[in-house]
């Protein structure tokens, strides 16, 4: 469970006990935001508010299992048709995609070396998968099937929004999605490592207190591919 300001500052984040219940003290005269997460579940959020008569509420907060993704085909609307990249689910399928030469690496901002490949970004506080990545990650799978000695570190980073322990939390659960996805499609699990990094390794000057556009913080929402080994 997390609590925001009605700025939408992040307050704080505690877990729920083992009957889903939580607590909260928090000033008097202000309205907050509670929000609920829990993976592979719908978010779900209430305001609320208090007052010198109203200082304690109860807050019930339901949430909505998301199910299993179809691969998505073309769709059609009255207009023309929209084209949606299909959902990599089998391994049989990861075997279309180009393999991709790891001999080659590049080197990012903090001198790691990490494959060729598009980072995987992600909506902001969110940790779902968009569907312009799934290409990338079946890239990412036929590496991971090609060289049997290769081992890839998924370095998960949100932006500077929100607070650190917050950030750190969110990129873990990025990370883990990443890895979960992976294995779905039958990449062995050692040879895969999930870690969420937070903000502290940011790829642009957009730290806390900077004003940037979405765009830009967009850059530090992302999940890049480490070579830990090859």
């Known amino acids: 469970m997390s609590i925001y300001s009605h700025e939408k500052i992040h307050l704080a984040t505690l877990p729920v006990n083992g009957f889903g219940k939580f607590r909260f003290e928090l000033a008097c005269r202000a309205n907050y935001r509670v929000e609920a997460r829990k993976f592979k579940y719908k978010k779900n959020s209430q305001d609320i508010g208090f007052t010198p008569k109203i200082f304690t509420q109860n807050v019930t907060l339901y949430l909505e299992k998301?199910?299993?993704?179809?691969?998505?085909?073309?769709?059609?609307?009255n207009s023309r048709p929209i084209k949606t990249t299909p959902i990599i689910k089998k391994k049989e399928e990861v075997f279309k995609e180009k393999p991709i030469d790891v001999t080659e690496p590049i080197t990012n901002k903090y001198g790691k070396e990490?494959?060729?490949?598009?980072?995987?970004?992600?909506?902001?506080?969110?940790?779902?998968?968009t569907q312009e990545s799934y290409g990338t990650l079946a890239k990412a799978a036929r590496i991971l099937f090609e060289y049997p000695d290769i081992i890839i570190e998924f370095g998960?980073?949100?932006?500077?929004?929100?607070?650190d322990s917050?950030?750190?939390?969110?990129?873990s659960l990025r990370a883990q999605t990443v890895v979960k996805h992976l294995v779905q499609l039958g990449v062995p699990e050692h040879k895969i490592k999930g870690k969420g990094y937070g903000e502290s390794k940011l790829v642009n000057h957009c730290k806390d207190n900077v004003k940037c556009t979405e765009a830009e913080h967009l850059q530090n929402r992302r999940t890049e591919f480490v070579i830990l080994r090859k």
Do not use: G, M, Q, W
């Open 66 to 77: 998301i199910p299993d993704l179809d691969p998505i085909v073309e769709k059609k609307t």
């Open 114 to 129: 990490i494959l060729n490949l598009d980072p995987i970004y992600f909506e902001l506080d969110e940790y779902y998968i």
């Open 156 to 163: 998960s980073h949100t932006d500077s929004r929100a607070s």
């Open 166 to 171: 917050y950030n750190l939390y969110l990129s």
